[in-house]
């Protein structure tokens, strides 16, 4: 039963030199989820991508694949995950039936059954009549399908993604996604992705959101939107830090002011936006109402900006 | 709970002949070798240079210092240039394809090979392997065809040991030579980022060593120089091979004997592959790169 249980990490740590990537991460992730790592670059999640796929040692705390302990039984998760990088793990020199040939050998398959497999990839990812090609001469989108192919040859149980959208059109990033799902479906193959788009967060099951090396939220990207508040206004306005102010003495709120506009999360947005309005009309450049995002969800658990850095 | 239960079960489901495909150390070491020999074979202009390069030394050399070379027992330059330029060509071909390590790094190809379930010593191996195979095949070819240029006047005519009897000797001892110097190529280019580095490291390490070997001159008989020949373990590489190739005995009577030759390069082999493999089975963040 303790298969339920595809992914645990515990208080992983990780540090290169003084700076400190990870500050003691924990979450588990269940069989057959999609699990989404979002955050920010610098966040951490391409260092816990890379502890996860046996590339880095675990320096403090632990991760499990279905009970297996990366550090000490690297062999057996390295058999059990499918890897699919960020920047293209293929021979550009050799044809797109060469580079999975090879990786099919590397995990074992030869013969007849590395022939089927690679046919049967090559088919569902629609590479058939690319098959002979270099994969130099391919795009970008086609070079990402050839790299997802090329890691679930030996049909891994869990397939670890980094930014497997990074350089994809909005076409091919929606038909890897549909491709994800049906593998989920079909087969109960545990993913676990990593993203700085929202959208893509979106389509997870279960989303953990990363920043500073810290778990700042997790949960389902419903869930977590809820957990901001009903509504969202955003105020646009000339003098935003008195405006908060004012906004703090005549309504009893919390705004936060980032950058130069003034956000405000709570109930009844549509009444605040009216009473907001009516009162400082004359300082108010801009103002929306809107229901929250997961950037909201960001900006509310860390204070930040998702794309800058920049403190409130 | 039912999603749960059906989840488990497609899991088991999946659990046909492909996942319990064991990972074979034999399989991973011939298809990266293959890999190696495939791509030097898909760029032309790497063969040219590899096949063109050694002929031209050796003419040009040859004919630039037939006058003044003084070789043991009176032989021409040529003649004693000759196993030099195969162990040059052994050299530059270890180089060739270990700079590929580096390349492989930033191509990201590496990372796809390190994350699977392979022994570290596999992919050191297929690496090694296949540079070796790639060396042994064109030093050969230049033994073979070498000394046929006399016959379009290119070189005066020059008396080979090579022969149907040795041949398989001189293979297997330039197969030697060849894993020696691939080995080292690796665990030089492995710990690199770049492939200027390598160059840099080329040009103050590994020509000089190549120089310094007795292939491109006899050893003097004192001072300085003649300790650091001594001391050069490709020393022995190639007067191992100078001896297996070279009929005339006066003219290698001042070499070292063959069981030291074949001694000295066995141990530089296992001692550079031991790094190598080494060096490939720690976890770093440069791995991750």
Known sequence: ?312 | MSKAIAISESINDSNGDVAHAQPSIGLAVYTLALRELVRFFRQRTRIIGALGQPFIFWILFGAGLQGSFRGPAGISYQEYFFPGVAVMIVMFTAIFSTISIIEDRREGFLQGVLVAPVSRLAIVLGKVFGGTILAVMQAVLFLAIGPLLAVVGLSPPISTGLTWFNFPIVLAYLALVAFALTSLGYLIAWPMDSTHGFHAIMSVFLMPMWLLSGSFFPAPESGWLSWVIRLNPLTYGTAGLRRLVTPNIDAVAGLPTFPVCLAVTVASAVIYISIAIWLTGRQTAHNAR
């Open chain 1, 1 to 312: 039963m303790s298969d339920r249980i595809a992914v645990r990490v515990s208080d992983l740590r990780h540090r290169y030199g003084d700076r400190e990537a990870l500050r003691g991460i924990g979450f588990t992730v269940a069989a057959g989820e999609i699990f989404g790592l979002l955050g920010p670059n610098g966040g951490g999640k391409t260092t816990l991508f890379r502890l996860l796929a046996t590339l880095l040692p675990v320096q403090s705390g632990t991760a499990t694949l279905l009970g297996k302990n990366v550090a000490t039984e690297s062999r057996s998760v390295r058999q059990l995950i499918g890897v699919t990088f960020q920047s293209p793990s293929l021979d550009g020199k050799l044809t797109v039936t060469e580079n999975l040939k090879h990786q099919s050998h590397l995990y074992g398959l030869s013969g007849q059954t590395a022939k089927s497999r690679i046919s049967e990839l090559l088919d569902r990812l629609g590479l058939k009549d690319r098959a002979q090609d270099l994969v130099d001469s391919l795009s970008g989108g086609l070079k990402r399908r050839v790299e997802v192919a090329k890691s679930l040859l030996h049909r891994p149980r869990i397939l670890l993604l980094d930014e497997p959208s990074t350089g994809l059109d909005p076409g091919a990033r929606h038909d890897l996604w549909e491709y994800l799902s049906r593998l989920r479906r079909d087969e109960g193959t545990t993913i676990l992705v990593t993203t700085h788009l929202m959208e893509e967060a979106d389509r997870c099951d279960r989303l953990g959101i990363l920043h500073k090396g810290e778990l700042v939220a997790i949960g389902m990207p419903d869930e977590l939107r809820l957990s901001v508040g009903g509504d969202c206004l955003t105020i646009q306005s000339s003098d935003p830090k008195s405006l908060a102010e004012k906004l703090t003495d005549r309504f009893q709120l919390t705004p936060r002011q980032i950058g130069e506009s003034i956000r405000i999360e709570g109930n009844a947005g549509h009444e605040l936006l009216r009473d907001i309005v009516t009162a400082f009309p004359s300082e108010i450049t801009a103002i929306s109402l809107a229901k929250p995002t997961l950037e909201d969800v960001f900006i509310s658990r860390t204070g930040h900006r998702f794309w800058e850095n920049e403190p409130v």
